[in-house]
């Protein structure tokens, strides 16, 4: 197993969709689902894949965990300075 922390989580996805390790891109978004904070969340937002499918993992994985009505809170509660810098497709 690989350890993931705030700090290497976007590192390890970038290297895992370089060199196509599914169960890594996999691994990185379930940490993310149990640690999800709201700085985790804007971070991963701007991660960008360059395989379509593992793109999908991630923007899969980013709506679930708005699904969670605490998530949903967080990610809004101070959302002026964050939600301008939201894709218009989020």
């Known amino acids: 197993t690989c350890h993931v922390d705030?700090?290497?989580v976007k590192a390890l996805m970038h290297i895992a969709?370089?060199?196509c390790i599914e169960d890594i891109v996999k691994h990185c978004l379930q940490w993310m689902q149990d640690n999800f904070t709201v700085g985790l969340f804007y971070h991963l937002l701007t991660v960008q894949m360059s395989?379509?499918?593992f793109g999908r993992l991630l923007w899969n994985s980013l709506l679930k965990a708005l699904r969670s009505r605490r998530h949903f809170a967080l990610v809004t509660a101070d959302a002026e300075e964050h939600l301008e810098k939201l894709p218009v497709s989020f």
């Open 6 to 8: 705030q700090g290497n």
């Open 17 to 19: 969709d370089k060199y």
């Open 51 to 53: 395989h379509e499918h």
